[in-house]
């Protein structure tokens, strides 16, 4: 009778599955590589300058640059005794970690072998544009997280194409607005790929329903954002006003310090060639894509998502130029690098290509340590000898 018992109601161990083991490593060596930098650049004293400058003047709406997540955690930070400008690091910190894990993840689901997918994303975590989002506090890795669901949201609608996953770009483009200044400049050649993306366009009307659907949710956000402006005796006006000003109303001489409006401000299409060929120097990754528009049928007959993924950081870094809202081409440079890993995250790589995105990231992360058009803005620039010494 035992035996049969024995038999019958046998338990077995909980298992975990070889994605998340492989997340858990990767995330786990990722916070303490982010945390020993981070922490080396405390102990000497380096702050950002955007963040230093919202930390200093929270209640301060024209010193802040647009930056309304972060002044929001500014405020909320600022109620804790003991906190400085550099606690904002540790949030970037732990949500950089947790990224790596989840990307690392989401690759063994998608077939590749836990080798594999930690020689991508471990190399990720050495890239300095990664580092930089990781270590500095600011909204940066932030831009690049939901630039990155952005890509994902639209291969759900480009190889679905109903009204819930419509509704999820909506929801996504929310999100893409209440946290990044420059969201319009993204959302806006996003838009125009809607229709394309939507396989039973047959008509105008289907496509303005398109976009009806998609960017309602962000209309009614921003209306009750204005609203409430207005109730905090923040009016309309003066909000556009500091979001139409340079960087977003952000110092004066945090603007004059940026060499890249000092050469290219005002300029759009000088400043889309050149980001984009930083995207394919610094984030060559990027032009697997075209192999793979190439060399695979069902990517040609889904292109979107593909091309979104390497057009949108350099037009959206262009567009923002020609408004002298784009201080840096890094911000540029990290949505390359969100948007392409979320791009990866969709596709099916054959064995071959999975090693060749890896190899396409170790030659990035040579190249971006290694060139000095990445190293031009004094930030980066101090940010760099704090932590390296060169």
Same mark, same amino acid.
């Given at each position: 009778?035992?035996?049969?018992?024995?038999?019958?109601?046998?338990?077995?161990?909980?298992?975990?599955?070889r994605?998340?083991?492989?997340?858990?490593i990767?995330?786990?060596?990722?916070?303490?590589?982010?945390?020993?930098?981070?922490?080396?650049?405390?102990?000497?004293?380096?702050?950002?300058?955007?963040?230093?400058?919202?930390?200093?003047?929270?209640?301060?709406?024209?010193?802040?640059?647009?930056?309304?997540?972060?002044?929001?955690?500014?405020?909320?930070?600022?109620?804790?005794?003991?906190?400085?400008?550099?606690t904002?690091?540790?949030?970037?910190?732990?949500?950089?970690?947790?990224?790596?894990?989840?990307?690392?993840?989401?690759?063994?689901?998608?077939?590749?072998? *836990?080798?594999?997918?930690?020689?991508?994303?471990?190399?990720?975590?050495?890239?300095?544009?990664?580092?930089?989002?990781?270590?500095?506090?600011?909204?940066?890795l932030l831009?690049?997280?939901?630039?990155?669901?952005?890509?994902?949201?639209?291969?759900?609608?480009?190889?679905?194409?109903?009204?819930?996953?419509?509704?999820?770009?909506?929801?996504?483009?929310?999100?893409?607005?209440?946290?990044?200044?420059?969201?319009i400049y993204?959302?806006?050649?996003?838009?125009?790929?809607?229709?394309?993306?939507?396989?039973?366009?047959?008509?105008?009307?289907?496509?303005?329903?398109?976009?009806?659907?998609?960017?309602?949710p962000?209309?009614?956000?921003?209306?009750?954002?204005?609203?409430?402006?207005?109730l905090?005796?923040? *009016?309309?006006h003066?909000?556009?006003?500091?979001?139409?000003?340079?960087?977003?109303?952000a110092?004066?001489?945090?603007?004059?310090?940026?060499?890249?409006l000092?050469?290219?401000?005002?300029?759009?299409v000088?400043?889309?060639?050149?980001?984009?060929?930083?995207?394919?120097?610094?984030?060559?990754?990027?032009?697997?894509?075209?192999?793979?528009?190439?060399?695979?049928?069902?990517?040609r007959?889904?292109?979107?998502?593909?091309?979104?993924?390497?057009?949108?950081?350099?037009?959206?870094?262009?567009?923002?130029?020609?408004?002298?809202?784009?201080?840096?081409?890094?911000?540029?440079?990290?949505?390359?690098?969100?948007?392409?890993?979320?791009?990866?995250?969709?596709?099916?790589?054959?064995?071959w290509?999975?090693?060749?995105?890896?190899?396409?990231?170790?030659?990035?992360?040579?190249?971006?340590?290694?060139? *000095?058009?990445l190293?031009?803005?004094?930030?980066?620039?101090?940010?760099?000898?704090?932590?390296?010494?060169?």
């Open positions: 009778m035992s035996d049969v018992l024995a038999t019958d109601y046998q338990r077995t161990r909980p298992t975990i599955s994605g998340w083991q492989a997340g858990l990767v995330g786990f060596a990722s916070l303490i590589i982010f945390t020993l930098a981070g922490e080396r650049l405390a102990m000497q004293g380096y702050i950002a300058a955007g963040v230093q400058s919202v930390w200093n003047q929270p209640g301060d709406n024209s010193n802040i640059g647009g930056q309304w997540v972060q002044w929001l955690l500014v405020a909320i930070f600022r109620l804790i005794p003991g906190t400085t400008a550099a904002l690091s540790v949030v970037t910190v732990i949500s950089a970690s947790f990224v790596q894990g989840f990307m690392t993840h989401d690759l063994v689901k998608r077939g590749w072998s *836990p080798l594999q997918a930690v020689l991508a994303v471990g190399l990720t975590a050495l890239h300095p544009v990664m580092l930089y989002m990781a270590t500095n506090g600011a909204p940066m831009y690049g997280i939901v630039a990155g669901l952005v890509i994902i949201a639209l291969d759900r609608f480009e190889a679905i194409s109903d009204t819930q996953s419509l509704i999820v770009v909506g929801l996504v483009f929310v999100l893409l607005v209440i946290s990044w200044p420059n969201a993204f959302l806006l050649p996003t838009l125009v790929l809607l229709p394309w993306a939507f396989r039973d366009v047959r008509s105008y009307s289907a496509a303005t329903a398109v976009f009806v659907i998609s960017i309602a962000t209309f009614i956000v921003l209306s009750g954002l204005a609203l409430a402006g207005t905090f005796g923040i *009016p309309m003066d909000l556009l006003a500091i979001w139409s000003a340079p960087l977003h109303g110092q004066l001489q945090i603007v004059q310090q940026s060499v890249w000092r050469f290219y401000g005002g300029k759009p000088l400043a889309f060639f050149l980001l984009t060929l930083a995207c394919m120097g610094l984030m060559p990754r990027v032009l697997l894509i075209f192999v793979r528009l190439l060399s695979n049928r069902q990517e007959r889904r292109p979107v998502t593909g091309l979104a993924a390497f057009f949108l950081p350099p037009i959206s870094g262009a567009l923002a130029t020609w408004f002298w809202h784009l201080g840096s081409i890094w911000t540029v440079i990290a949505l390359s690098l969100m948007c392409g890993s979320a791009w990866a995250a969709t596709v099916h790589f054959r064995n290509e999975r090693w060749l995105w890896v190899a396409s990231i170790a030659c990035g992360v040579s190249a971006a340590w290694l060139t *000095p058009f190293w031009f803005e004094p930030d980066q620039q101090l940010w760099r000898q704090t932590l390296l010494g060169w």
